[in-house]
Every structure is written in C-alpha cells, then in structure tokens.
C-alpha cells in the first residue's frame, strides 16, 4: 500500500462538480493499493497514519499525532500512485491492485482510520475527481508498506 499524506487546513473532493467528501484540519491521504496487499496491511499503515508526529505542538514542534489533534482524514483513491515510469514515456499501472481488490482494501483502510477514532471523508472510488486542498506547511509524507 502506498500513501500519499499532505497535512492540510482543510480539504474537498468533487464528483461532477458535486462535493462528496470534505474536512478541516488534518490530513489530505492518497491511497494506492498494491496486489500483496491485504486487511493486515490497512491495519498496519492506518496505525501509521495516525501515530504519526508531524502537527504542531502550542511551541510550533511537530510533536503531536493527528489522533492527538483532533484533525480528520480526506481519503482519496490513487491508483496511480503505482505507476511504473521506468520505460518509454507512457506510464504503466499494472503493479496496481486490481480494481475489486482496491476498492475493498480502501474502504478497509479508511474503517481501520475511523476504528481508531479518525472521522474519515472520502472521495468516490473509480470516479473522475477533483481535490482541493491548502497545504499546511507544507508537509507532505510518502508511506508505502514495503518500507515501513
């Protein structure tokens, strides 16, 4: 599983310029899954997610986690966060979940967020999106379960 978090004041996601999901404070998450992946994996990296120090103390240190916080989670979909760019100038997706096995573990991973006391909005997976977000920062995270 590959995550993509951006801490953020606020966040929207639209579906034919319709909003769908939408929060304040807390973490923009972009989420890939890989074909190894599994429940275990979406437990592990939503520990990850929420554990993690990167929010500003009352002294401006990144010292508090977003469970800490209060902040939520925008969760997005993003297969390609697969992409292999490796050959040519077209990239390829095919180290990608497959579509059934990605929807299931991305809804899993955003219960195991909201299992952990996250309130967890969510973009429409599969669908054409746009997000809108202000960077907080910025601080941008790069998880992925291989090296975590």
């Avoid at 939503?46 to 929010?55: C, H, P, S």
């Avoid at 746009?130 to 090296?147: A, F, K, Y």
Wanted: hydrophobic residues 45%; aromatic residues 6%.
């Amino acid at each position: 599983m590959r995550l993509l978090l951006q801490r953020v004041t606020h966040a929207k996601v639209r579906v034919a310029g319709k909003a769908v999901g939408a929060m304040g404070p807390g973490l923009m998450v972009l989420v890939g899954v890989g074909p190894q992946d599994n429940e275990a994996t979406c437990r592990q990296m939503a520990d990850k997610v929420v554990g993690l120090r990167i929010f500003r103390d009352e002294q401006g240190l990144t010292n508090l986690a977003l469970g800490e916080t209060g902040g939520g989670v925008l969760a997005v979909s993003q297969f390609t966060l697969y992409a292999d760019t490796s050959r040519g100038r077209r990239p390829s997706f095919i180290r990608a979940a497959p579509p059934a096995l990605a929807e299931s573990l991305y809804d899993a991973f955003c219960l195991e967020l909201e299992r952990r006391g996250i309130r967890v909005a969510r973009g429409v997976f599969g669908a054409e999106m746009r997000v809108e977000l202000e960077n907080d920062g910025p601080m941008t995270i790069w998880l992925d379960s291989e090296g975590t």
